[in-house]
Structures are given as structure tokens and as C-alpha cells.
């Protein structure tokens, strides 16, 4: 089955006054004498809604997505280095006009997050600066915790999944969904991910691959920038397959699956 998203339950909504995003959390996130301690180590998923977009958004705007994500995470927070123990989706609800991309409806983010701590930071930065680019700003943000996985799990992906072997001359070669090799480097990259974090789950058991039956499967090449330089990578937009204990499935929810997730590949839904 495809990737379904499990109710999202809330305790109360924060409406915030003026500009501010309206927010629909779970109050034990911010400390109170009333409330208890929050839980800061399980996978959390924000849901954004933006505004309409004012200028013209380019169709390689990935750098700005992250440059967003990391302006709210704040300067020194430990995301900035090590694997990406989270993921960022495409903005959805755009379409192409007059070489760029128009969001006359507002749009939709979504960031998902190993550890419950990113992502309350990430609300505490937007609270405070809710603008995005373009234009666009968080009008609204809804949290939404992991489904109760049973085993192996069918996800929709939210932005391309890139995978990559490395060659003997230490080039490495783009692996796409309809060569049987991506689903090792896609197994490989969540194993050693689940090491970095610790995750008490057999790496064996776990395994990661397309779904090449999917219909409407195909390539999308994107382009990243960095310190003036810019790298175009190609990933697959296709369904994947995780399977593996539950912990594991809802590891891949929070983290993506492939090579940078945290650049905004590999999510899923």
C-alpha cells in the first residue's frame, strides 16, 4: 500500500496574533510547571503550510529550502554536521510559469526529524522568523508523529532518491530506480544511518528497494549550490520498499532513504 499518513492528533492549537504562523502542537513541547517534560527522543514530522508565493521561484531553489531549515535550526545546532538523521520534501502545490515556479495557493513542506529536539527547534525558529523566500512565509504548522508500522512499509518519496556507487577511480556513478544495483547503495546508506544513531535493530534485517512496478516512475535532475558552486545530481522519483522491524520503517519515515536527505532527497510519505 502507499505511504498513508496516521491521524494527527493534537492537545491544543496556539493561535499566534498578527504575521505569526497559526501553530497546532502538542503543548508538552514547551515547558510549563503544569505541564510535564517533553518527549525530545522519537521521529517527528512538521507539515507546513506557506503563503502564496510574491516573486518568481526559481525551479533550482533546493539551497534556499535548506538555507530556510538551518536559518530556524539556529547557527550551532549539530545538524550542521554528521549524517543527516533528517529530511526535507519538495514544496508542493506549484507549477511552472514563464520559466519559473508559481504557489498561488500557498504551499506545502513537509521536515521530518529523527530526534523530537530538531524539530522543536525548528518551531521555535519560525515562531520567531516565519518568512521562507519569495515571498512566502509559515502561515500554519501541524506536527504529526510516526504511524504504528506492523513490518515492511510501501512509501510515496517526496523529492528524488539518490543513490550512488562508487567506482575503483573513486568516481562515482548515479544508480537509478530501474537498475537492481540502487537497491543495495539504498540498503547500505539506511544501515550505516541506523548505526550512527544508534538504533538497536540487526542491520540485516533490514533492506531497501524500488518499487519498479510503480507506474509513472521516472528521473529528475536537480541542482544543489554551495559556496558558489553548483552540483547537478540525478535521483528517482519512484516509491520505495523498507523493510525490516518496525523501528527500522519508522527510522526510514523520519530520515529519508538514499544519499542526501538532508538536501533535500530521499524524503518520503
Same mark, same amino acid.
Given at each position: ?8 492528533? %493534537? ?15 502538542? @503543548? ?6 503544569? &505541564?510535564?517534560?517533553? +518527549? ?13 508565493? =510574491?516573486?518568481?521561484?526559481? %525551479? ?12 530556524? &535550526? *539556529? ?18 502545490? *506549484? ?10 495557493? *500557498? ?21 520567531? !522568523?516565519?518568512? +521562507?523566500?519569495? $515571498?512566502?512565509?509559515? +502561515?500554519?504548522?501541524?506536527?504529526? =508523529? ?38 543495495? !547503495?539504498? =540498503?547500505?546508506? @539506511?544501515? $550505516? ?16 528497494? %524500488? ?32 523493510? $525490516? ?9 523520519? +530520515? ?9 532527497? *530521499?524524503?518520503?510519505?
Amino acid at each position: 500500500m502507499d505511504g498513508c499518513h496516521a491521524p494527527i492528533k %493534537f492537545l491544543s492549537t496556539i493561535t499566534c496574533p498578527g504575521r505569526r504562523p497559526r501553530f497546532a502542537i502538542d @503543548l508538552r513541547w514547551f515547558r510549563s510547571p503544569f &505541564l510535564p517534560s517533553p +518527549v525530545l527522543d522519537r521521529p517527528m514530522r512538521l507539515n507546513l503550510t506557506l503563503s502564496p508565493n =510574491t516573486d518568481p521561484v526559481p %525551479f533550482d531553489h533546493l539551497h534556499w529550502l535548506t538555507g530556510t531549515l538551518h536559518k530556524w &535550526l *539556529g547557527p550551532d545546532n549539530a545538524l550542521h554536521d554528521g549524517p543527516s538523521l533528517y529530511s526535507l520534501g519538495w514544496l508542493s502545490g *506549484g507549477r511552472g510559469a514563464d520559466g519559473a515556479l508559481q504557489f498561488p495557493d *500557498g504551499a506545502r513542506w513537509r521536515l521530518s526529524f529523527y530526534e523530537e529536539r530538531a524539530a522543536k527547534t525548528v518551531l521555535e525558529g519560525l515562531l520567531h !522568523a516565519p518568512s +521562507v523566500f519569495a $515571498g512566502m512565509r509559515v +502561515v500554519e504548522a501541524q506536527q504529526q =508523529t510516526p504511524p504504528s508500522f506492523s513490518g515492511g512499509y510501501r512509501f510515496a518519496v517526496d523529492a528524488p532518491v539518490l543513490a550512488r556507487r562508487r567506482r575503483e577511480d573513486g568516481t562515482r556513478e548515479y544508480l537509478l530506480y530501474d537498475d537492481a544495483r540502487a537497491d543495495d !547503495a539504498l =540498503t547500505r546508506t @539506511l544501515r $550505516g544511518k541506523m548505526k550512527a544513531a544508534g538504533l538497536d535493530v540487526d542491520p540485516d534485517a533490514v533492506r531497501v528497494r %524500488f518499487d519498479r512496478e510503480s507506474s509513472g516512475a521516472h528521473t529528475k535532475l536537480a541542482t544543489l549550490k554551495k559556496d558558489g558552486h553548483e552540483i547537478k545530481h540525478r535521483g528517482s522519483w519512484c516509491p520505495v520498499i523498507v523493510e $525490516g522491524p518496525p523501528a527500522a520503517v519508522r527510522f526510514a519515515w523520519a +530520515v529519508g532513504v538514499g544519499e542526501l536527505t538532508g538536501s533535500g532527497f *530521499g524524503a518520503v510519505k
